[in-house]
Nanobody, 126 residues
Framework: QVQLVESGGGLVQAGGSLRLSCAASGLTFTIYAMGWFRQAPGKEREFVAA????????RYADSVKGRFTISRDNAKDMVYLQMNSVKPEDTAVYYC???????????????????WGQGTQVTVSS
């Protein structure tokens, strides 16, 4: 079956960096766009970043643009989220997700994504 397994979360100081990884298995990785979402306590899950099948096109939430970078390695079935200049408001559980929709008009809607990981906690201290 399809599995998405996130790793790399943890505690980091404001201004620091963290790199999240997501290992995919059980699907043809190269025909899935990948996304990262996050959910803070008491808040709804929100879009963070997405990348298309080939890795050429990316999309970001305004709140992370210029600080976070999404990338993928199709040879390894991996997707990454490099988080720089982190802020306390970046604290959340981060989820990796996969969609057959190749960065269409609704890439930022969680219901467009077919598969989800279990999440990894990121905590940014001030």
């Amino acid at each position: 079956q399809v599995q998405l397994v996130e790793s790399g979360g943890g505690l980091v100081q404001a201004g620091g960096s963290l790199r999240l990884s997501c290992a995919a298995s059980g699907l043809t990785f190269t025909i899935y766009a990948m996304g990262w979402f996050r959910q803070a306590p008491g808040k709804e899950r929100e879009f963070v970043a997405a990348i298309n099948w080939s890795g050429i096109n990316t999309r970001y939430a305004d709140s992370v643009k210029g600080r976070f970078t999404i990338s993928r390695d199709n040879a390894k079935d991996m997707v990454y989220l490099q988080m720089n200049s982190v802020k306390p408001e970046d604290t959340a559980v981060y989820y990796c997700a996969a969609t057959r929709d190749n960065l269409g008009a609704h890439y930022y809607y969680s219901n467009q994504y077919n598969y989800w990981g279990q999440g990894t906690q990121v905590t940014v201290s001030s």
